[in-house]
């Protein structure tokens, strides 16, 4: 599925590819993040730059450096681990241990092209939010 057709997919199209894709290898190098905001409500074409996010993983994939808009460096573990949507293994983006202004979110990646992964955000253990990542390549 190409990122043009993730910024007008439905909340249940979004679920349904998160389900169904494989965890991929652990991502390394740069990273551009864009926000699904209301999915499939047409909001997030217009709006999805303006929540725009970018990371650099480590060489090695365990763990991520990210900046949000004003918020800069805050650093997540990185590690296969079963997904909170379906207990399917994923990547997971932990902030935990590392952030306290993040200690609540946590990220979940799974690949849908070579270069592209949907994720799934969760704030205190509630999903909150769908997000792309394209890796540089």
Not at 48 to 64: I, K
Not at 87 to 96: F, H, I, K, M
Not at 106 to 135: D, I, Q
């Amino acid at each position: 599925m190409s990122e043009e057709a993730l910024l007008h997919a439905t909340d249940r199209e979004l679920d349904r590819l998160f389900r169904t894709s494989p965890v991929g290898e652990l991502p390394a190098g740069p990273a551009d993040g864009t926000a699904l905001v209301a999915p499939g409500s047409g909001l997030t074409a217009n709006l999805a730059r303006l929540a725009a996010w970018h990371g650099v993983f480590s060489p090695d994939g365990q763990s991520l450096v990210t900046q949000l808009g004003p918020v800069r460096s805050m650093e997540a573990f990185v590690e296969p681990g079963p997904s909170w949507v379906d207990a399917r293994e994923c990547v997971v983006l932990d902030y935990s241990g590392t952030s306290l202004l993040a200690r609540g979110v946590r990220g979940e990646l799974r690949r849908v092209a070579p270069e592209l992964c949907l994720g799934v955000m969760w704030l205190f253990r509630r999903r909150v939010g769908w997000f792309l990542l394209r890796m540089a390549g």
